[in-house]
């Protein structure tokens, strides 16, 4: 019995953040952080693992110097990538990180077969669909972590402006995780209570173009992109897999004729429990949204088609 383990390949501050948020909520017995810069995974792994005494479990964390030591994980978390330089194309920054996805999924394929994986890798829902390509798993191994934090933003967006509800606001975001990403507050919640009694239609577009501009405005900030928000989601979604909480949650998978579109990946509601994608939840959306939808759809098949073309599936 090796207990509940899981696998983050890319121990930059995402992944290391992650593991950390792991460690911290006791959700699993043990991490294993794999990243090409082997000293930077090894010491990341030994400041979290010194952090273990004053966690729930004792989580043992390790880093490995081999793919091949992301062995016999129920769960893979794949953060790795390059960000686009200013020399870089469109089409250069996708065949490389679609090029990384192609050799960690062997690795995954090889050594931990039975997994689920977490894509948190951009962009986000191009790379979930070249994973489940090139793995050709079912669809509900292959999940996009892009909801879970968009969400947040959105929440954190909704709390600043009616100044209560932190931990009870519930935010629904759609369509593509980037810039034609849809938050939808006509269904968003803060104790229940849906959130247009709460605030103006003034409030709800502010709301929107803060969420849409929350990546950015922490880049602004930081001169680097986040690392908390992300790093808590993916745990968030990791605690679901392995406890089969089966919490309804956003996130970037294949659809099969979900909201009229196939063989794409893209954020819609789903179930997420042990089995990965349990249920995709279909809702009813007027006009203005279905187009909106669309427009993200599109996006995301264009930045496909790039790797189509380019030969990147054979």
């Known amino acids: 019995m ?33 990243d090409i810069a082997a000293d930077v995974a ?17 989580t043992v964390v390790e880093a490995v110097e081999d793919i091949s030591g992301i062995k016999d994980c129920d769960i893979v978390v794949i953060t ?14 996708l065949m490389i990180n679609a090029g990384i996805m192609k050799d960690i999924v062997e690795g995954i394929e090889k050594n931990s077969p039975n997994a689920i994986i977490l894509c948190v890798s951009n962009p986000l829902d191009v790379m979930t669909y070249v994973i489940q390509k090139l793995t050709g798993w079912e669809r509900s191994r292959v999940i996009g972590m892009a909801g879970a934090l968009d969400g947040a933003r959105m929440a954190y967006q909704i709390q600043q402006k009616v100044g209560y509800g932190s931990g009870q606001t519930r935010a629904m975001i759609l369509g593509e995780h980037g810039q ?9 919640t803060v104790g229940g209570v849906p959130l247009g009694q709460l605030v103006s239609k003034e409030d709800m577009k502010h709301i929107i173009a803060r969420t849409k501009e929350g990546g950015a405005e922490i880049v602004k900030h930081l001169g680097t ?33 979900e909201y009229g579109h196939s063989d794409v990946a893209v954020g819609v509601p789903i179930v997420l429990g042990a089995r990965g994608v349990h249920e995709i939840i279909e809702l009813e959306l007027d006009k203005s949204m279905k187009e ?15 790797l189509q073309l380019k030969g990147f599936f054979g």
Request: with cysteine; proline share 5%; net charge positive.
């Open 80 to 93: 790795a990538g390059v960000p686009r330089r200013s020399d870089m194309t469109r089409a250069d920054l």
């Open 225 to 257: 992109s986040a690392y908390y928000a992300p790093g808590r989601s993916v745990s968030v979604m990791v605690e679901a897999i392995l406890d089969d909480s089966r919490i309804v949650m956003p996130s970037s998978v294949i659809l099969d004729g």
């Open 180 to 188: 034609h990403m849809i938050p939808y507050p006509e269904i968003s």
């Open 2 to 34: 090796v207990g509940r383990r899981v696998g983050i390949i890319g121990a930059g501050m995402v992944g290391a953040t992650a593991a950390y948020s792991l460690v911290m909520t006791g959700t699993c017995h043990r991490v294993i952080l794999y």
């Open 42 to 58: 090894k010491g990341k792994a030994m400041d979290i693992g010194q952090s273990t005494c004053y966690s729930p479990k004792g």
């Open 292 to 306: 909106k939808f669309d427009v993200s759809v599109k996006a995301i098949r264009e930045n496909i088609e790039v």
